[in-house]
């Protein structure tokens, strides 16, 4: 952990740019996975995603 939290200001950014649920899904449907689902943990603080590629 660093002291300096500037080292930390691209967190939120990163969090608000990153696709979630079925936004997600479907990207990882483009890229050739199947089977693919999410469940949100923690009252939808995390997600749990889960992919088969073959």
């Known amino acids: ?3 300096d939290t500037s ?3 691209y967190l939120p ?3 608000k740019a ?3 649920g079925e936004d997600f899904t479907a990207i990882l449907e483009k890229c050739g996975f199947t089977e693919t689902k999410f469940d949100f943990l923690s009252n939808g603080i995390a997600a749990l995603y889960t992919a ?3």
């Open 1 to 3: 952990m660093s002291k």
């Open 7 to 9: 080292a930390y200001t």
């Open 13 to 15: 950014q990163s969090v």
């Open 18 to 20: 990153f696709p979630d």
């Open 52 to 54: 088969v590629k073959k």
